[in-house]
């Protein structure tokens, strides 16, 4: 499978969305310029990962039923004309009701306000990064790339520098203030 394709003229978000629907053994992505990235579907270690990390997170919204939660088969058109795809991402309820009825049938045509991405064996960290960047500069408020392989979460917020974080329970803050994420459930995932 190639990793991007260059569509000229670049494709509109209607032939995006149909191109998706015929390739749904990938994760499609558009970048600003209109090029289209694809990765395969994730490996065992990192399905169940992203499944912790999406539940857990959907856990903390069930307390309080305050926006949105939504995982890995959604995608958002981002003002710069990107659209990306998180692991897992929150939306405050000011965000939620930006989506109209009619446009909840097709991608989401705002930025969520948290994201997180976990890093994957069919992706480079320098990509990732660069993708954290990306949902930052596009609206995002918190995001965290979790990295299995070192053990460790980078933080980004916009405004501040990227931070790395080794420890136990990673504290949400911000969009979601209360969600704490156990990081030993999603290292053991990959461990022997």
């Not at 390739?23 to 399905?47: F, H, K, Y």
């Not at 909840?104 to 948290?114: A, E, S, T, Y």
Request: net charge negative; glycine share 8%; with cysteine.
């Amino acid at each position: 499978m190639p990793r991007s394709l260059v569509v000229d003229p670049p494709m509109t978000d209607a032939e995006l969305e149909a191109f998706c629907g015929r390739n749904d053994l990938a994760q499609v992505e558009r970048t600003s310029e209109g090029v289209i990235r694809m990765n395969p579907l994730a490996c065992m270690d990192a399905a169940c990962a992203n499944s912790e990390i999406s539940g857990r997170l959907f856990n903390w919204w069930i307390k309080h039923e305050y926006g949105g939660v939504v995982g890995s088969c959604a995608g958002f058109y981002l003002p710069d004309g990107s659209m990306l795809s998180p692991d897992a991402a929150y939306l405050l309820p000011k965000t939620q009701k930006q989506i109209t009825r009619d446009k909840r049938r097709g991608f989401l045509p705002v930025c969520p306000d948290f994201v997180i991405e976990l890093l994957s064996e069919s992706d480079s960290l320098a990509n990732i990064q660069k993708k954290m960047e990306l949902w930052i500069s596009n609206g995002v408020q918190l995001g965290w790339l979790i990295d299995p392989y070192q053990k460790r979460v980078f933080i980004y917020e916009p405004g501040v520098e990227v931070s790395a974080f080794a420890g136990k329970i990673l504290e949400g803050h911000g969009p979601v203030k209360g969600f704490n994420l156990d990081l030993a459930k999603i290292w053991r995932y990959y461990e022997d």
